[in-house]
């Protein structure tokens, strides 16, 4: 790859950034599920948790943020290639030279970063309604920690955009994945709840992760070398994904150009 | 080097039907397809609806793999080298999806110009240039969900053309426009032609392959049936002469009646408002109209007229009435 | 008479039948079936496991019998929702609104199997409930349950109604549903003590469907027999039937409109 290449990559991911973010503003769908989603479950979430005291405040709000981070993920960088291809431009970015992987690399990083605003807005509504004292115990830890989790929300959305498109029947499963991985990833409560034979299961979802990093930073429960660990894992996952979805792309395009499936005629 | 070469393209779609039990059913939309198009020719690729032409210009734009047979664009194979071939072309494909209608025109050709890798200081300059070809001069800051049918279509060729690409497919560039519109764009397409861009045309329309194109191919059910310059083709029909009649209402065994005649060579039928206009081509010139009439056997007829054949006739003879 | 009748349960069943159809053609008839039987037990897994962690006690069942009553919210708002818009959506409502078809048939039609769907999905719930998160139901008189789930479901369809009837003069038809399920969530006490909420939080509970009937739910399941909820149950019945009221008049209006106006296709 030549640094020509390279420059002309990165300049495609900043356009494809700046018209998603352009594009998704005035979508209702996406202001529900980073917004007003997150700030619902946030306030029932206090609801239920508050006698339990401690740090209560800035857990909820971390937890109800991460509950919109992954659905932004799931329902909006899931269809990053599907989307594109009920509006009819799939076929326009696949013949253009930039790589689809590239494309939505951009996208997804448009998404994952307005998907953040599903902290704020749950801080909002815990901040409006309690009374309640909410401090970020290790606040670098908990930017960079954030920083990871951006990285690998997004390389986990190439994958998911890639594997709906290759079986529209993990599509259909779409709204079963939300509920699911707030479970497993331990958003709200620990997942020592949960029977012990699920717990490899969490152990191999970056957003499981996240939620270490986040909750343990935040509430400064958890010790540096944790959270470090933590990162560690998302890091590692997101190469992993990185290089996979680079292949998943591959077969994918190869496979929509065999069965005419890259428009809707 | 030839700009585009076909040989022996083919392509078979296969279908689902059934919704308990699916049973896959097979349908060839392009049969057996070579052609060549030389660098810097305007070709016309003409036939009717579901002949195949779309097919065509989506495996020669890499965006579908060939069932069987090759073909090369820009001296790339279609199907193993779609990366090259996709910064030397562009394409369009009618009618108004495939744009960002939440955006603006101009930002549309600024996402499409940065994928196709153009330099942000010569997109600077090519996107006023090409809303100005394609006369979107003043709407370009406007969003294209506001923009008319065939405000759409021209923006399709801004975008085609926004990384000056050396070949050109345009499928179907004027369907559904209104006249004008239409004429518009025909002129944008004749100045490509002077700036010597190789350019697959397809079209039902053939007055439109006619003013256009050096050389045409018409295909019909996923083969080639003719190809040849315009002026050759109509060489096809110089031995009919054609009669047109008016009529109002007319039933399919009547037409089947006027087909089995033997001083008949082909029958189509045109509807008109309230009226058909019935074109019937004959060797025998205006000299066939009394046996003609004898079939309509006192009915009602409006204008009878005998004429010249066009390239047309050539198109109606060679895919057989169905145009 | 008879064949005004006739006409009258085929208009009924058309809209019935065909508009559930229509709703969930684009999925394949496993994935239905799947997403039927399994969707409802994740969503109460989170809130139950949830509640677990709140009360830090092992006996959930406020909040499986809250999670499984709330499931007939499911039908009730986003399938009545999407099957009233639906027409609007194939270009089909001037057909409706031009026909010489009994309205309130037809508009009931498209919402009576989404009360069976919802109320197969509350029983479901409550399945789920027993088999998995070790609800006890061995106090609770059943056929009471029984009516209390059904009148809970048509009140909350109800609310559905008067929200599709909202739809078809709104370009964001999933927002509006998203909002106000889980606005129910929250609101209508599946997970928490309406009674702790403050003041203005509680009027809003009670001026909606579901929160009184998963509170006779709770009171039945705990061993309350029939006349001890009736009051409940009434005013539950009540704002159903309201619901239900304002919805059909909603719907005339907008046919009205739309037909004064020529928007039947474009809004």
């Not at chain 1, 709204?175 to 699920?198: D, Q, S």
């Not at chain 3, 909420?197 to 509680?202: A, D, H, K, L, V």
């Amino acid at each position: 790859m030549t640094l020509k290449t390279i420059k002309a990559y990165a300049r495609a991911v900043a356009i494809t950034f700046e018209i998603t973010l352009r594009q998704n503003f005035s979508d209702a769908f996406i202001i529900f599920a980073v917004i007003v989603q997150p700030m619902i479950i946030a306030i029932l979430a206090l609801w239920m948790l508050r006698d339990i005291g401690g740090d209560i405040g800035i857990f909820v709000i971390v937890g109800s943020g991460l509950t919109g981070l992954w659905s932004g993920l799931l329902f909006i960088s899931g269809n990053s290639i599907t989307g594109e291809r009920w509006v009819g431009t799939l076929e326009g970015l696949v013949a253009s030279p930039t790589p689809m992987a590239v494309i939505v690399f951009g996208k997804n990083l448009a998404n994952v970063f307005q998907s953040l605003a599903s902290m704020i807005a749950s801080y909002i509504a815990v901040a409006l309604l309690f009374d309640l004292r909410i401090t970020i115990e290790q606040p670098w830890l908990f930017a960079a920690s954030l920083l990871v989790t951006v990285v690998a929300f997004i390389c986990f959305g190439l994958i998911m955009a890639g594997l709906f498109v290759i079986n529209p029947a993990f599509a259909q499963f779409q709204n079963g994945l939300e509920f699911p991985i707030y479970i497993l990833a331990g958003f709200l409560f620990p997942i020592a709840m949960l029977p012990g034979w699920t717990t490899p299961i969490s152990y191999v979802l970056a957003p499981y992760w996240a939620a270490v990093a986040l909750h343990g930073s935040a509430t400064g429960s958890v010790p540096p070398a944790e959270i470090g660990f933590a990162w560690l894992m998302m890091l590692v996952f997101s190469l992993v994904y990185v290089l996979a979805s680079g292949r998943i792309f591959r077969i994918v395009l190869r496979k929509a150009r065999v069965d005419a499936t890259l428009s809707m005629q | 080097m030839n700009a585009i070469q076909v040989d022996h393209l083919r392509r078979v779609f296969t279908t689902n039907v059934g919704r308990f039990r699916r049973e896959s059913k097979e349908v060839v939309a392009v049969d057996d397809v070579s052609f060549a198009v030389g660098d810097g020719e305007l070709f016309g690729l003409l036939g009717p609806n579901g002949a195949g032409k779309t097919t065509t210009v989506k495996m020669l734009t890499t965006l579908l793999i060939p069932t069987s047979g090759s073909a090369r664009v820009g001296g790339f194979d279609v199907e193993h080298e779609s990366q090259k071939i996709s910064s030397t072309i562009g394409f369009i494909f009618g009618g108004e999806r495939g744009l960002y209608w939440r955006l603006s025109g101009i930002d549309n050709l600024r996402y499409f110009a940065s994928l196709y890798h153009v330099e942000p200081a010569v997109a600077a300059k090519r996107i006023p240039y090409l809303l100005d070809l394609v006369g979107l001069k003043d709407r370009g800051n406007e969003k294209v969900e506001g923009y008319s049918r065939g405000m759409k279509q021209r923006l399709h060729i801004a975008r085609a053309l926004i990384h000056d690409p050396q070949i050109l497919f345009l499928d179907e560039p004027t369907i559904g426009l209104d006249p004008v519109g239409a004429r518009e764009l025909r002129l944008v397409i004749r100045n490509l032609q002077a700036e010597k861009k190789t350019i697959l045309l397809t079209t039902h329309y053939m007055f439109e392959a006619d003013m256009l194109c050096q050389r045409i191919a018409v295909i019909d059910k996923g083969n080639i049936v003719a190809l040849d310059t315009p002026e050759e083709l109509k060489k096809l029909v110089l031995d009919l002469s054609v009669i047109e009649v008016e009529v109002f209402g007319v039933q399919d065994d009547l037409l089947e009646k006027i087909r089995k005649q033997k001083f008949v060579d082909n029958v189509s039928v045109e509807n008109r408002d309230q009226r058909q206009i019935l074109t019937v081509q004959t060797p025998r010139g205006s000299e066939a109209i009394p046996d003609l009439m004898a079939i309509f056997d006192g009915r009602r007829v409006g204008k009878v007229t005998s004429r010249e054949p066009t390239l047309e006739d050539a198109y109606v003879r060679l895919v057989g009435g169905d145009a | 008479m008879l064949n005004t009748a006739r006409i009258n349960l085929r208009l009924f069943w058309d809209g019935a039948v065909l508009s559930y159809i229509a709703l969930f053609r684009w999925l394949r008839p496993s994935t239905y079936i799947a997403s039927k039987v399994f969707g409802p037990l994740v969503y109460m897994l989170f809130f139950v496991l949830l509640g677990r962690y709140a009360t830090g006690s092992s006996d959930a069942s406020f909040f499986v019998i809250g999670n499984a009553i709330q499931m007939c919210a499911w039908s009730g708002i986003y399938g009545i929702t999407m099957s009233i818009t639906g027409d609007h959506w194939d270009g089909t409502l001037p057909y409706v609104f031009g026909a010489p078809a009994n309205r309130l048939i037809v508009f009931l039609g498209r919402a009576f199997i989404h009360v069976i769907d919802g109320y197969l999905g509350v029983v479901l719930g409550f399945f789920w409930g027993i088999t998995l998160l070790g609800l006890d139901l061995s106090q609770t008189s059943l056929p009471a349950l029984a009516l209390v789930v059904l009148i809970t479901t048509i009140s909350t369809s109800g609310l559905g109604m008067l929200l599709g009837c909202l739809s078809l003069m709104t370009r964001n038809v999933m927002f509006v549903n998203n909002t106000v399920f889980f606005g129910l969530l929250l609101f209508a006490g599946a997970n928490v003590d309406v009674a702790t909420f403050p003041g203005w939080m509680q009027s809003i509970s009670y001026a909606l469907p579901l929160t009184r009937g998963i509170q006779a739910g709770r009171a039945i399941v705990a061993g309350a027999d029939l006349s001890q909820v009736s009051g409940l149950l009434s005013t539950e019945f009540l704002f159903g039937l309201i619901y239900i009221a304002l919805g059909y008049v909603l719907f005339r209006w907008f046919e009205k409109q739309a037909k004064r106006r020529g928007t039947l296709e474009a809004v």
